[in-house]
Nanobody
Framework: QVQLVESGGGLVQAGGSLRLSCAAS????????MGWFRQAPGKEREFVAA????????YYTDSVKGRFTISRDNAQNTVYLQMNSLKPEDTAVYYC????????????????WGRGTQVTVSS
C-alpha cells in the first residue's frame, strides 16, 4: 500500500505561482511513476503531469506546458508540481497519483491516489 498526502494548495491571483507537494509513504517510492491530475467544478478529472520513477521522463498536458514543472525527490519520497503563470482556468482540486506502470495520462494506470488539495486562481 502507498499513502499519498498533497499539500501546498491555496488561493493565488492570476499570474502567481504555487508549489504543490505530495508526500508518499508505504511501498518503495522510487519504483513508482507519479502523476498529477485535477478536477474543476462540474468537470471530469483530467491529467496534468507525470514523471517516471527515475525522473528521466516527464509529460504534460498541453494547457500547462511551459508553465508547470513536475519533479521528484526520491530521498524525500516527495513529488512536486511547480505552477507558474497561473490562470483562473487552473482552478481545481489537484490530486497526486502513484503506480507501478510507466507514467501515463490515463487515470487507470495509477493504483494509489491522494485526497487532493484545492487550488483557486482569482482573476
Amino acid at each position: 500500500q502507498v499513502q499519498l498526502v498533497e499539500s501546498g494548495g491555496g488561493l493565488v491571483q492570476a499570474g502567481g505561482s504555487l508549489r504543490l507537494s505530495c508526500a508518499a509513504s508505504g511501498r518503495t517510492f522510487s519504483s513508482l511513476s507519479m502523476g498529477w491530475f485535477r478536477q474543476a467544478p462540474g468537470k471530469e478529472r483530467e491529467f496534468v503531469a507525470a514523471i517516471s520513477w527515475s525522473a528521466g521522463n516527464t509529460y504534460y498536458t498541453d494547457s500547462v506546458k511551459g508553465r508547470f514543472t513536475i519533479s521528484r525527490d526520491n530521498a524525500q519520497n516527495t513529488v512536486y508540481l511547480q505552477m507558474n503563470s497561473l490562470k483562473p482556468e487552473d482552478t481545481a482540486v489537484y490530486y497526486c497519483a502513484a503506480g507501478p506502470r510507466p507514467p501515463s495520462t490515463y487515470q487507470s494506470a495509477y493504483n494509489y491516489w491522494g485526497r487532493g488539495t484545492q487550488v483557486t486562481v482569482s482573476s
